[in-house]
């Protein structure tokens, strides 16, 4: 029997895509960069890189370092290489320009868009909706939709975005709407002080919670699989129980890491895959005497069951210490609530 009220929401789940291509942006929306900043004595003998990495701390090291390999970034006029030292009072001058990112396509698609300042913005993705460009997905993604919500973000590295969701997983995402703030947040990934915290639901009954410390890397055989193996990049997950059911489990999961695929190949790893995972998901498990309904349910499950529930962050400019927080989409909450009833309908 289904739940009063509720119809099953599967097939729409999914957004529908129909995007309306508009022109690229020209390439005159290129960002000219003109900086200039004496040394301070505590500075004088370190790397020309390491300095300016200090006095121009909106752009990167690596695209500084370039930017000194082109000679757009001079020491008291004069080209130097990214090792050399300079000195206390050396006038540091950068003229460069950040020439456009890609050549993608912006396109008239949907967003919902949970907070936005000059800065930054974050986003509910829905099922369906690839990230970034890739091969099957030349646009109808994500880059396509932010570069006609916000056009100058073709002059930020990957479009502002610098973490992902996988296509068919839920929930929230920060995108940077300038180099200042993709530089900080890529630093603030880096250095572990994003809280992002997952809900799934995964095949088995977990015990208990835990953590997770196992490298992950991509499977040597089948490229499009990830796995964990030794000489993988480190990946720490912890995880916890929000609500047991006969042969499945509501788990939250708060990554330390973010390798691709990484909370998916973790549950697999300890034994507990993720409902509709059609990668990692395992064996199929129904529990014994379920409704029709249920197993119904379980059956045609459209994704995985994996929602980006949580995100906390510093502000890249201001400092301040932010958090949002994305309710579940219907068709996660629609299976819990089978879950639930088909545990009543068993209890005693």
Request: hydrophobic share 40%.
């Amino acid at each position: 029997m289904e739940p009063s009220g509720q119809k099953t929401p599967y097939l729409t789940t999914s957004v529908q895509l129909k995007p309306k291509a508009v022109p690229p942006p020209s390439p005159s929306m290129s960002e000219i960069i003109q900086l200039s900043a004496e040394v301070p004595s505590e500075l004088g003998g370190q790397r020309l890189d390491q300095v300016a990495a200090q006095l121009f701390a909106e752009h990167s090291r690596s695209r500084l370092s370039a930017w000194i390999k082109e000679g757009l970034l001079t020491v008291d006029g004069a080209v130097l290489r990214p090792r050399d030292t300079v000195h206390g009072g050396s006038v540091l001058a950068l003229n460069a320009e950040q020439e456009a990112q890609g050549e993608w396509v912006a396109q008239d698609i949907e967003l919902d868009i949970v907070y936005e300042d000059d800065q930054l913005m974050v986003i509910n993705k829905p099922a369906g909706l690839v990230v970034h460009p890739a091969a099957g997905h030349a646009d109808g993604t994500l880059l396509n939709a932010l570069l006609h919500h916000v056009p100058d973000i073709i002059n930020v590295p990957r479009a502002g975005i610098v973490h992902r969701l996988d296509k068919d997983t839920t929930g929230l995402m920060v995108v940077a709407k300038t180099i200042q703030a993709q530089t900080n947040l890529v630093a603030q990934l880096q250095a572990r002080s994003v809280s992002r915290i997952y809900e799934c639901i995964v095949i088995g009954v977990v015990t208990a919670g835990g953590k997770i410390n196992a490298p992950i890397g991509r499977h040597g055989s089948q490229r499009q699989r990830m796995a964990v193996m030794e000489g993988g990049k480190p990946a720490v997950s912890h995880y916890r129980v929000l609500e047991r059911f006969r042969s499945h489990t509501h788990v939250r999961v708060k990554l330390e890491t973010g390798r691709t695929h990484q909370i998916r190949v973790h549950m697999s790893h300890v034994g507990f895959p993720l409902v509709g995972d059609p990668t990692y998901g395992g064996r199929f498990r129904i529990p014994p005497a379920a409704s029709l309904t249920m197993v119904e349910a379980l059956k045609t499950f459209p994704r995985q069951a994996l929602h980006a529930r949580f995100l906390e962050l510093n502000h890249p400019t201001t400092g301040q210490r932010m958090s949002w927080e994305s309710p579940l989409p219907d068709d996660f909450v629609w299976l819990l609530s089978l879950l639930k009833q088909d545990r009543e309908a068993f209890v005693g």
